[in-house]
């Protein structure tokens, strides 16, 4: 039996993956001010001994907010945002559509097809500093593990568990990603 807290958070998860009017899109995360952020998390290079700090918010216009600092210190050198959620199907869509607004610097995007996967599928863009739509086409995301690509196929698209944000661009520097929202299509 599920926790009272447990179930609070499948239900406020559900209420995150309504569909748009279009049968061939799904909503994977709408940022609004009241947007429950409990399934997301950071996580720094600290895992590993390094000194990146990163933070993750709702601003006032509604907006998530993944801003901190990069630090090379102590073999450091990146910082990340996790998404958590219930298993989805997702072999009847081909891309995913994230709306922000960054600062300039390259970014990951970052899947997984389970959470006890050990790597992730990726790829990277390129953020400018107005409102873009990043279009990222699955199949075409790689398999990595600590920064290495690993030599098995590229992302299946069949099921997803996680979606995450990275910035480690081998240089210390501060960031900001500012993400409006993250849908398939």
């Given amino acids: 039996m599920q926790s009272r807290y447990g179930m609070l958070s499948l239900v406020l998860f559900a209420l995150t993956l309504i ?18 952020l ?13 000194r990146s700090q990163g933070q993750f918010f ?7 907010i993944f801003t901190g600092r990069v630090s ?14 219930p298993t989805l199907t997702t072999q009847q869509y081909s891309k995913c559509l994230i709306r922000l607004k960054g600062d300039g610097k390259r970014y990951q995007f970052r899947v997984k097809s389970s959470i006890y996967d050990r790597h992730s599928y ?9 409102w873009q739509v990043i279009e990222i086409p699955l199949k075409q995301m790689y398999p990595t593990f600590r920064g290495r690509k690993l030599n098995i196929p590229n992302f299946p698209a ?8 990275l910035v480690g661009n ?4 501060t960031f900001k990603l500012e993400i409006d929202y993250i849908s398939l299509q």
């Fill in 72 to 85: 090379l210190e102590n073999n450091g050198g990146f910082s990340s945002v996790r998404h958590r959620f």
């Fill in 58 to 64: 709702i601003n006032p216009e509604g907006n998530g």
């Fill in 170 to 173: 081998k240089k210390a520097e």
């Fill in 38 to 50: 409990m399934n997301w998390f950071v996580i720094d290079d600290g895992v590993m001994g390094g």
């Fill in 122 to 130: 990726i790829s990277y863009f390129q953020t400018t500093t107005e």
């Fill in 158 to 165: 069949e099921k997803m568990e996680e979606i995450a944000f």
């Fill in 19 to 36: 569909p748009h009017s279009q049968d061939d899109e799904m909503m994977l995360f709408d940022f609004k001010t009241n947007a429950p």
